[in-house]
């Protein structure tokens, strides 16, 4: 342990839910289940206008239930997180509030990551995510997604000292920066809106790797399809809010972390720069191209061209699943991924066309429980 690591934390834990009895039970058993002094933390579920058994199954196994549904309240995550954030902090009692979702398991260890990373000074820290489940080729590819992410980039962003992704789960904000910067009520990837507004504001995300978080993968085509659709539809508002603003505090303060935030929100646009590309590949088709020429006329080079702009895409991912000992059929899950690169053009098309008051809620019912990763993790 870090001989920063002293001071003993007190952190409420949200837990934003809408109809989720099938799946609440595990993941309030996980946050309690927490390896960290139990007078230290409280868990709150907040029942977003749940028609379900939800905040009774939540109360009875020991969490505290916040009933979001009276009158003049309207159901929406990023409202239900304002709304309880605000009575949380209120109460004057915790030093840092967590946030998970209704599907997310919370490893042993967390919150004694996250306490190691307040004591270091961070205000803001998002943990590692990882798939819970992994029982079907359509969340085996997103799951080695997901280890990828971590080993080559945000583990690089945290040496870099740039700010990590937030995830909408797994992340822990100081009582001050909870305070001074409350959930928007009507993007639809507050978590994204969020990231972009701290590094705005000169914040800086942590990367907590030892802080995991499990979150449940789709397990159909169309469960991938209409979450794609809704985060493409609030990383197109994220931008339009904030990419502006983001290159104005690059340029003006030298800020690297504004240029990088920037970066990652213009991403929002990027099958419209492929199109602007491509368009202007082909208006200059004739002009004179040193890569191009030395493709057509030196012998041999189109073996060793192809293979200099295709073997990365091929290494870094397998070298990430390899140094995680990601079992096979995750190795092979993620070469897989240029299936679903078909649905991209559909899906951008179909968040742009969406109204920003759109959501959809996507089906959990992947019953695991923590102790079975854990078991699993120590096999």
Same mark, same amino acid.
Not at 52 to 72: C, E, R, V
């Given at each position: !342990? &870090?001989? #920063? ?12 839910? #809408? ?7 595990f ?23 749940c028609?379900?058994? %939800?905040?009774? $199954?939540?109360?009875d196994?020991?969490?505290? *239930? ?7 309240? +309207?159901?929406?995550k ?13 109460m ?12 997310s ?8 990551? !996250? ?9 803001a ?6 798939? +819970? ?5 359509? *969340? ?12 080559f ?7 870099l ?15 001050s ?5 409350? /959930?928007d009520?009507?993007?639809? %990837?507050?978590?994204?809106? !969020? ?18 978080v ?9 469960? #991938?399809?209409?979450r794609?659709?809704? /985060? %493409? ?21 030298g ?8 970066l990652?929100?213009?991403?929002a #646009?990027?099958?419209?720069?492929i ?5 202007? $590949?082909?208006?200059?088709r ?10 057509? +006329?030196l ?6 061209m192809?293979a200099?702009?295709?073997? &990365? ?5 397998a070298?990430?699943?390899? !140094? ?18 078909i649905?991209?053009? &559909? ?9 920003? *008051? ?12 923590? %102790? ?8």
């Amino acid at each position: !342990m &870090p001989p #920063y690591a002293l001071k003993k934390l007190r952190f409420a834990l949200l837990l934003p839910a #809408y109809n989720e009895e099938k799946v609440i039970k595990f993941s309030v058993e996980s946050l309690l289940k927490i390896a960290y002094p139990r007078e230290l933390f409280d868990v709150f579920v907040v029942a977003d206008h749940c028609t379900d058994g %939800t905040a009774f $199954i939540a109360a009875d196994l020991g969490a505290a *239930a916040l009933d979001y549904s009276g009158s003049g309240l +309207k159901a929406g995550k990023g409202r239900a997180l304002k709304w309880a954030s605000d009575k949380i902090l209120a109460m004057e009692k915790y030093d840092a509030l967590c946030y998970f979702d209704a599907d997310s398991l919370a490893h042993p260890g967390f919150l004694e990551a !996250m306490n190691n990373q307040l004591n270091a000074g961070a205000e803001a820290a998002q943990g590692r995510q990882l798939a +819970k489940n992994e029982n079907c080729w359509l *969340a085996r590819i997103l799951a080695a997604g997901h280890i990828v992410t971590n080993r080559f980039f945000q583990r690089p962003k945290q040496a870099l000292g740039l700010s990590a992704t937030l995830h909408g789960k797994g992340m822990c904000f100081s009582a001050s920066v909870a305070g001074r910067f409350p /959930w928007d009520e009507q993007c639809l %990837t507050e978590d994204l809106e !969020m990231q972009m507004r701290l590094i705005r504001s000169g914040v800086r995300i942590v990367w907590a790797e030892d802080a995991i978080v499990y979150d449940e993968e789709p397990v159909n085509i169309e469960q #991938y399809v209409r979450r794609a659709v809704r /985060w %493409t539809r609030g990383s197109l508002d994220t931008a339009r809010r904030h990419l502006l603003a983001l290159c104005s505090r690059a340029v003006k303060k030298g800020d690297i972390r504004s240029f990088e935030g920037a970066l990652y929100c213009a991403q929002a #646009y990027r099958l419209g720069l492929i199109a602007v590309t491509a368009a202007l $590949i082909w208006i200059t088709r004739d002009s004179f191209n040193l890569f191009v020429w030395l493709y057509a +006329k030196l012998p041999g080079v189109e073996f060793p061209m192809k293979a200099a702009a295709m073997l &990365p895409f091929a290494l870094y991912p397998a070298a990430a699943l390899v !140094m995680e000992k990601a079992r096979p059929e995750l190795l092979i899950a993620y070469f897989l991924q240029p299936a679903l690169g078909i649905l991209r053009l &559909p899906v951008f098309v179909a968040g742009m066309l969406r109204g920003r *008051a759109f959501w959809d809620r996507t089906e959990h019912a992947s019953q695991v429980a923590i %102790t079975d990763l854990v078991n699993q993790e120590h096999g």
